[in-house]
Nanobody, 123 residues
Framework: VLLVESGGGSVQAGGSLRLSCVYS????????MGWFRQAPGKVREGVAG???????TYADSVKGRFTIARDNGEHSLFLRMNALKSEDTAMFYC??????????????????WGQGTHVTVSL
């Protein structure tokens, strides 16, 4: 399984970015997918998840600002981030779950992670 993220960069507070992740491996449409992030000096946290029925879940800190979506035909995962804040600065990782369900964005639901793409939000 290979997950490759792209789309990170530097943006001013209030701006937007769209992250992408391309999946290589078996049966993309059979797995829950998610986005995680890790800020310097902090533990990795779940940001958003989407199951095989396109049901989504979000961390409270990003609800209403971030949107996760998947394209099963292109084996791709996306994270649209609006109204970015300085506290969103982090390395963002795409992840694939153990199975089709992920009722929360917890590490326990996910098996594989990509190498990450960095997002910097400046004031």
């Amino acid at each position: 399984v290979l997950l490759v993220e792209s789309g990170g960069g530097s943006v001013q507070a209030g701006g937007s970015l769209r992250l992408s992740c391309v999946y290589s491996g078996p049966s993309y449409r059979s797995y829950c997918m998610g986005w995680f992030r890790q800020a310097p000096g902090k533990v990795r946290e779940g940001v958003a998840g989407i199951n095989t029925e396109d049901s989504t879940t979000y961390a409270d800190s990003v609800k209403g600002r971030f949107t996760i979506a998947r394209d099963n035909g292109e084996h791709s995962l996306f994270l649209r981030m609006n109204a970015l804040k300085s506290e969103d600065t982090a390395m963002f990782y795409c992840a694939r779950g153990w199975g089709h369900a992920c009722s929360s964005v917890s590490d326990t639901y996910f098996r594989y992670w990509g190498q990450g793409t960095h997002v910097t939000v400046s004031l």
